[in-house]
Structures are given as structure tokens and as C-alpha cells.
């Protein structure tokens, strides 16, 4: 399958500040990126679907203001979480539509978001 | 989003035996499904996918049989190895759009 990374891959904040995940697509171009959010025992609900050169698709709910995405490059999506607050903690996982490769979707490892 | 649930939230199997994992869906206009596979702290597996014009696909030791009269899908794993202890997704719904159920956790006894 399509290897997908996620740096970094644990971060601890504070209360007000802001976070960049960065989901790197290492062996092919992505057109299509998605940003998902797991909270503890529970499943992977999406916030956004983010295109590479266009403006990402959120998901109702999903306040676009508090949660930035930039599909700059083929390979590259950032998720920014600005102002991040203690209910913002989740694990948040990105996922590529791998075209080339049977079209579905791949996951990288996720990254876990502790805000104090 | 779309509801899929999941009949069994935890299961438990003997090392060797044959895993069956259970899906239902309620969307019909759903023209793919998927089963990924998540240990802790980790981001979801690829198992298996399937397409709404197929009803049963293999792949190494796994099958997805898929059940459009009945909005059913299962997961069918062959010779159930301790490494295949995690939690079980299904997602249906197009490749832009994929909606997850609560997921079944699968234990596998030694």
C-alpha cells in the first residue's frame, strides 16, 4: 500500500496555542487528502477533505477558522488547530486517496493532541 | 454521516480458528466498503475493499462478503493469529466520502 507519514507524532500544548500537523504522501502525488479525528474508543470521524491547490471541504461541524488546512504540494497537508483547547485532545489521522493503487484510501499513523 | 454499526463490539477467538466480523450499513446508495484494521495508538490498517457490483472478494487469509438485500457486511478471517488481535473498522460510502463504524475489537486467545 501507499505510505503515508504524520509528523509529529505526539505533541503536548497548552491552552491557547497553536498546533501544525503536517501528513506527508512518501512514494506517490496526492490529489486528495483527508483529515480525521478519533477520540478515545471511538471511530474515525472526518472533518475535512483537502485538495491540492483548492480550498479544503469541511465536514458540518467542523469549524474551518479553528482548523486550518493547506494542501500546498502534491505530497504535503498541513492541519493547523488554532488556539487549541483541552477538547480539542483526540488522535487526528490523515488518510490519501491513492489513485494509482487500486483507489482507496490510506492512513498514516496519526497523531495524538494533548492540550493542557 | 451515514449509521454503520457493528452487530458485535468485542470478540473473542482461539488461536487457528476462523474470525467472522460483522457489519451493517444503512445507506444504500453506497457503492464501496472497506475494512481497516487499527492496534493501539496506531493509525488505521488497509485489510480489504469491495465494490457494490461484487459480493464476495478474497485477499490473503481475509474476505469481505458483501450483502446489498440486507445492507450487510462481513469480514472473514482465515486461521485467526494473535497478531490479528485490534479493533476492526468497516467504512461505507464513495472513496471522497467514507463513514466508520464503532469498530469490533478482536481478541485472539493463545
Known amino acids: 500500500g501507499a505510505v503515508v507519514s504524520q509528523h509529529p507524532s505526539w505533541v503536548i500544548c497548552k491552552s491557547g496555542t497553536s498546533v501544525k500537523i503536517e501528513c506527508r504522501s512518501l512514494?506517490?502525488?496526492?490529489?486528495?487528502m483527508f483529515w480525521y479525528r478519533q477520540f478515545p474508543k471511538q471511530s474515525l470521524m472526518l472533518m475535512a477533505t483537502?485538495?491540492?491547490?483548492?480550498?479544503?471541504?469541511?465536514e458540518q461541524g467542523v469549524e474551518k477558522d479553528k482548523f486550518l488546512i493547506n494542501h500546498a504540494s502534491l505530497t504535503l497537508s498541513t492541519l493547523t488547530v488554532t488556539s487549541a483547547h483541552p477538547e480539542d485532545s483526540s488522535f487526528y489521522i490523515c488518510?490519501?486517496?491513492?489513485?494509482?493503487?487500486?483507489?482507496?484510501?490510506?492512513f498514516g499513523p496519526g497523531t495524538r493532541l494533548t492540550v493542557l | 454521516g451515514e449509521s454503520v454499526g457493528l452487530h458485535l463490539p468485542t470478540l473473542s477467538v482461539q488461536e487457528g480458528d476462523n474470525s467472522i466480523i460483522n457489519c451493517a450499513y444503512s445507506?444504500?446508495?453506497?457503492?464501496?466498503f472497506i475494512w481497516y484494521k487499527q492496534e493501539s495508538g496506531k493509525g488505521p490498517q488497509f485489510i480489504i475493499d469491495i465494490r457494490s457490483n461484487m459480493d464476495k472478494r478474497q485477499g490473503q487469509r481475509v474476505t469481505v462478503l458483501l450483502n446489498k438485500t440486507v445492507k450487510h457486511l462481513s469480514l472473514q478471517i482465515a486461521a485467526t493469529q494473535p497478531g490479528d488481535s485490534a479493533v476492526y473498522f468497516c467504512?461505507?460510502?464513495?472513496?471522497?466520502?467514507?463513514?466508520f463504524g464503532t469498530g469490533t475489537r478482536l481478541t485472539v486467545i493463545p
Open positions: 483537502s485538495n491540492e491547490g483548492s480550498k479544503a471541504t469541511y
Open positions: 512514494d506517490f502525488q496526492a490529489t486528495t
Open positions: 488518510s490519501v486517496k491513492a489513485g494509482g493503487r487500486g483507489d482507496t484510501q490510506y
Open positions: 445507506n444504500s446508495a453506497s457503492d464501496y
Open positions: 467504512a461505507e460510502g464513495s472513496l471522497n466520502n467514507l463513514f
